[in-house]
């Protein structure tokens, strides 16, 4: 049940080197340095997974490529403003990531599909660990992980859950919900992070707190309130789907996105959340969740536009995304 309400976990870890000042502090010398020293420490590290790293270049990046991997949550929109003397670092299947001189050094990003906290803070911590076995990254003994922004500082970790929270959000909650969150450290955020809105009732659950705490009881901490949140959900999901209006509306939903001919991708998302929800409660017996996600992550538009291979006007992408998610469903 909880992959019904968790559609991803992250892992992501700050990291600086010792004896070179943070990257807004750092020529250009320096960056490439730091970018040849980590890219050296993960390809030649005791991992077996180290082969599999792909050293991404910028240069030959389009612009709808760059903003494709902040769509997909594997960059952040800071990391792709400015791509000169940064590097990314990349699995071959995006599950594992390294940003180089964004804000810190080293931002190791882990995510996975689900709800596996555990799970994805074991490799991250195990890449930290082959990373730490021949970087000398900068420690201090009570301010623990020095990182550029100091609400990073201490273990530099912040752990984040993808949530869909259609009842909740429908039922009014979600305010009160997120002023009672902040209060236990925990900060609840839209799709694409601070800032963003919740489209699709999609919303991000992550740690703020980094100093004077461990990773482990960081991490047990939102997995303990990420599992209330998603019994609350459930909770009411099942009193929202006993209402023949949100069912119908739910049925609706499903009938635009077969049939229509240009779609932009706010209602989009709307109308899949309602179908997510429909798969769910048990509404919806022919599609699957993950056909949901897949759907959701690939009609974003500089995504649409990468799959296509060519600039699109917004109005093309509008009608090229109709036809992506009828051919998806039907």
């Keep these: 049940m909880d992959n019904n309400v968790v559609i991803s976990t992250r892992v992501r870890l700050a990291r600086n080197l010792k004896n070179y000042p943070f990257p807004y502090k750092l020529n250009e010398k320096g960056r490439a340095e730091v970018n040849e020293k980590v890219k050296d420490a993960l390809k030649n590290g005791n991992s077996a997974i180290a082969k599999d790293f792909q050293y991404i270049n910028f240069d030959n990046m389009t612009d709808s490529m760059k903003v494709s991997l902040v769509e997909k949550h594997l960059v952040s929109p800071e990391f792709i403003s400015n791509t000169k003397g940064r590097a990314l670092l990349m699995l071959n299947n995006p599950t594992v990531g390294l940003m180089l001189n964004e804000e810190d050094h080293i931002r190791l990003q882990v995510i996975e599909k689900g709800f596996?906290?555990?799970?994805?803070?074991d490799l991250a911590d195990k890449i930290d660990t082959l990373l730490d076995e021949r970087l000398n990254f900068a420690f201090d003994e009570k301010l623990g992980y020095l990182t550029q922004c100091p609400t990073?500082?201490?273990?530099?970790?912040?752990?984040s859950v993808m949530l869909h929270l259609p009842a909740l959000k429908q039922s009014g909650a979600m305010s009160m919900i997120a002023s009672n969150l902040s209060k236990l450290g925990i900060t609840i955020r839209g799709l694409y992070g601070e800032g963003s809105a919740?489209?699709?009732?999609?919303?991000?659950l992550s740690n703020q707190v980094s100093l004077g705490i461990s990773e482990k009881s960081a991490i047990q901490n939102l997995k303990n309130i990420t599992?209330?949140?998603?019994n609350q959900e459930v909770m009411q999901r099942e009193r929202l789907v006993k209402s023949i209006d949100a069912r119908d509306k739910i049925m609706r939903s499903l009938g635009i996105l077969k049939t229509a001919l240009t779609i932009s991708h706010k209602e989009a998302v709307g109308l899949l959340s309602n179908v997510r929800l429909g798969i769910c409660s048990g509404l919806i017996k022919d599609i699957t969740i993950d056909k949901i996600n897949e759907i959701i992550?690939?009609?974003?538009?500089?995504?649409?536009?990468?799959?296509?291979?060519?600039?699109?006007?917004?109005?093309?992408?509008?009608?090229?995304?109709?036809?992506?998610?009828?051919?998806?469903?039907?």
């Design 116 to 121: 596996c906290l555990d799970r994805v803070y």
């Design 297 to 330: 992550t690939e009609i974003q538009p500089a995504t649409l536009m990468v799959t296509v291979g060519k600039p699109m006007s917004p109005k093309e992408r509008d009608i090229c995304r109709a036809d992506y998610i009828r051919e998806a469903l039907n």
């Design 227 to 230: 599992e209330q949140l998603v």
């Design 198 to 204: 919740s489209e699709g009732a999609i919303y991000q």
């Design 152 to 159: 990073n500082l201490g273990t530099g970790m912040r752990a």
